[in-house]
């Protein structure tokens, strides 16, 4: 272990949360498309720069679970770092990203994409609880404050 259960799980909320709030700023890009406020270029050029850093948070949070032995929270991240990759490494050849501009009105994949990054949000929602049930659990655990027996005076804190 590199540091302490409390600190993975406050570090995976953390990312968990940033997580979280990029893909709000997706929903928000995307219907800013959809609406006509954006046009396909920015738009794209806006997701395929997030792309990577939600990558990294994600695989970086597998990675610290497998080190702690966390098998079961492993396990369930593995699914999501998998497509992120196949996401991230399977951009088609001619392709600006994985948001392309010429792409992103043909065969509703504006509906597509949005709907994958809900099933995302949902996704990094309950785990943002998880880790915060398994924060607090690991709090409660760990005893900070020295206590002695009922017949003992505690005399450092």
Not at 53 to 62: D, L, N, R
Not at 71 to 93: A, G, H, R
Not at 116 to 129: A, R, W
């Amino acid at each position: 272990m590199i540091f302490a259960e409390t600190l993975l799980f406050a570090l995976a909320l953390l990312i968990s949360g940033a997580s979280f709030f990029i893909l709000i700023y997706y929903i928000i890009t995307l219907s800013d498309l959809e609406c006509d406020y954006l046009n396909a270029q920015e738009c794209c050029d806006k997701l395929n720069y997030w792309l990577l850093p939600k990558f990294i948070c994600q695989s970086f949070t597998t990675f610290l679970l497998l080190l702690h032995g966390q098998l079961l929270l492993f396990l369930l991240n593995l699914p999501m770092c998998i497509w992120l990759t196949f996401q991230y490494l399977t951009v088609p050849q001619g392709n600006l990203g994985a948001y392309d501009p010429t792409e992103i009105h043909n065969r509703g994949q504006l509906k597509r994409y949005m709907r994958d990054v809900l099933i995302h949000v949902g996704y990094y929602l309950v785990f943002f609880f998880i880790y915060l049930y398994c924060l607090i659990l690991s709090l409660l655990k760990s005893d900070p404050i020295s206590r002695g027996n009922d017949y003992e005076i505690v005399t450092r804190i």
